[in-house]
């Protein structure tokens, strides 16, 4: 089983700010199949990028993602009010499907 | 619009069953697989089982095989989860998703595109 890692646990940051959240695969994640998902509280997860870095429907292009391999980046080139919320990478690569423990990104 | 709706959820003793609904709509039912995502509170999103748009696959995480079944029902465009042998650690809150690749584009790619708002299951005693 592939086990994701994502860092920082927490990021505290202010409107307006870059955030960059990584996550790091204990294996080789095969053809880039990773995906980012955002989650507020209450809520169902959304998805937000796969395939490592294509936006699915409807996300602002202030959100990146990169990476190859083991290790992967979700960027936010600048943070609205909405984008507070805490963030999951997910592995579709191989089986069983696995997801990182979460990054929050948090109001400063 | 797309639309995924849990339900079935509830407090079980430990041992015991309960069956999970997640109704569609809003697009082809049989173009796409389903799974089943759970969240332990206060915990990460674990990967369940998923149904293949026809039928004819399902995969489940090796913790709940043998255990929870996953089935589908084209006229009522609903996918079940039916959960036996509950643990304290099935635990958590059960979202279905729609895998993002329709039929057309080959295998489930394990993707999850559309979200229901969940369900809640308590195994406790």
């Known amino acids: 089983e592939i086990v994701l890692t994502q860092s920082p646990g927490t990021l505290s940051l202010s409107p307006g700010e870059r955030a960059t959240l990584s996550c790091r695969a204990s294996?080789?994640?095969?053809?880039?199949?990773l995906a980012w998902y955002q989650q507020k509280p209450g809520q169902a997860p959304r998805l937000f990028i796969f395939g490592a870095s294509s936006r699915a429907t409807g996300i602002p292009d202030r959100f990146s993602g990169s990476g190859s391999g083991t290790d992967f980046t979700l960027t936010i080139s600048r943070l609205e009010p909405e984008d507070f919320a805490v963030y999951f990478c997910q592995q579709y690569g191989s089986s069983p499907l696995t997801f990182g423990g979460g990054t929050k990104v948090e109001i400063k | 619009q797309v639309q995924l709706v849990e339900s079935g959820g509830g407090v079980v003793q430990p041992g015991g069953s309960l069956r999970l609904s997640c109704a569609t709509s809003?697009?082809?039912?049989?173009?796409?697989?389903i799974h089943w995502v759970r969240q332990a509170p206060g915990r990460g999103l674990e990967w369940v089982a998923l149904?293949?748009?026809?039928?004819?696959?399902?995969d489940y995480r090796d913790s709940v095989k043998g255990r929870f079944t996953i089935s589908r029902h084209r006229s009522t465009r609903k996918v079940d989860l039916q959960m036996n042998s509950l643990r304290d650690e099935d635990t958590a809150v059960y979202f279905c998703?729609?895998?993002?690749?329709?039929?057309?584009?080959?295998?489930?790619?394990?993707?999850?595109?559309?979200w229901g708002q969940g369900t809640t299951v308590t195994v406790s005693s």
């Open positions: 294996q080789i994640v095969s053809s880039s199949y």
């Open positions: 149904i293949w748009f026809d039928a004819s696959r399902e």
């Open positions: 809003g697009f082809t039912f049989s173009n796409y697989a």
């Open positions: 998703a729609r895998d993002l690749n329709p039929m057309y584009f080959g295998e489930p790619q394990g993707v999850f595109d559309v």
